[in-house]
């Protein structure tokens, strides 16, 4: 079945450092890929999402592509700030002409805490 | 526009209680719905979702029922409730044929002693 790997966390990161949080995920097909976070206290708010390969998805300063050959889909930001502390989704959507219903298969989360 | 509530937010409940947790979305008709649990320390996985009125689709065999009896209500309940059902429960709604995205609501924490 469909499968999404997140890296370990937590992460820590003090204010202004580069992020990097890996996300490789296993399907069949072409699946839609997403970020999704989730601040302390909340639901979940999409972060950004790539719906085919090579797409680049982009959204407050965080970027990920998809990468269909590595089955990759990392997060990245040039800039951390206290205020991006939050916990991190990675999640996909398979494209299985038109059954799936939307469902989302997410990875287990990452804890990304921010210093100043 | 769209928005999507659950209540209550936060529940304490006894081994062997009953629960009921109520999802309402406004804004929208027929959207899909879908209830996810976070457990501590993991990620999000599907309970059951629900593609129109009364039908309901379950992702794991469990302790859980859910139910839409409205269009836009979703309600997820135990008859008797086991601690390993404490968790964060999560309703979304995405609109039917769209693409991607769904929408969370702001989550009702469980905790059953």
């Known amino acids: 079945g469909d499968s999404v790997t997140q890296m370990e966390g937590p992460v820590t990161l003090s204010e202004e450092a580069f992020l990097t949080i890996n996300c490789t995920y296993t399907?069949?097909?072409?699946?839609?890929l997403f970020w999704y976070v989730q601040y302390p206290g909340e639901g979940l708010q999409l972060l950004l999402k790539?719906?085919?390969?090579?797409d680049k998805g982009s959204n407050k300063g965080f970027e990920a592509t998809y990468r269909k050959e590595t089955t990759s889909f990392h997060l990245e930001k040039g800039s951390v700030q206290v205020s991006d502390s939050a916990v991190y989704f990675c999640a996909l959507q398979a494209n299985a002409g038109g059954t799936s219903y939307g469902k989302l298969t997410f990875g287990q989360g990452t804890i990304l805490t921010v210093h100043p | 526009s769209q928005t999507i509530h659950q209540w209550p937010a936060t529940l304490v409940q006894p081994v062997g209680s009953p629960l009921s947790l109520e999802c309402t979305v406004e804004?929208?008709?027929?959207?899909?719905l879908y209830w996810y649990r976070q457990a501590a320390g993991r990620g999000l996985q599907l309970l059951f979702y629900?593609?129109?009125?009364?039908?309901i689709s379950s992702e794991v065999p469990q302790n859980l029922s859910a139910s839409r009896p409205q269009d836009r209500q979703f309600i997820l309940s135990s008859k008797k409730l086991l601690l390993s059902d404490s968790g964060f429960y999560l309703c979304?709604?995405?609109?039917?044929?769209?693409?991607?995205?769904?929408?969370f609501g702001e989550g009702s924490r469980l905790t059953v002693l």
């Open positions: 629900s593609v129109g009125i009364g039908q």
């Open positions: 399907a069949t097909g072409y699946p839609s």
């Open positions: 804004g929208t008709s027929n959207p899909n």
């Open positions: 979304a709604w995405r609109l039917y044929g769209r693409a991607g995205e769904l929408f």
């Open positions: 790539a719906t085919k390969a090579d």
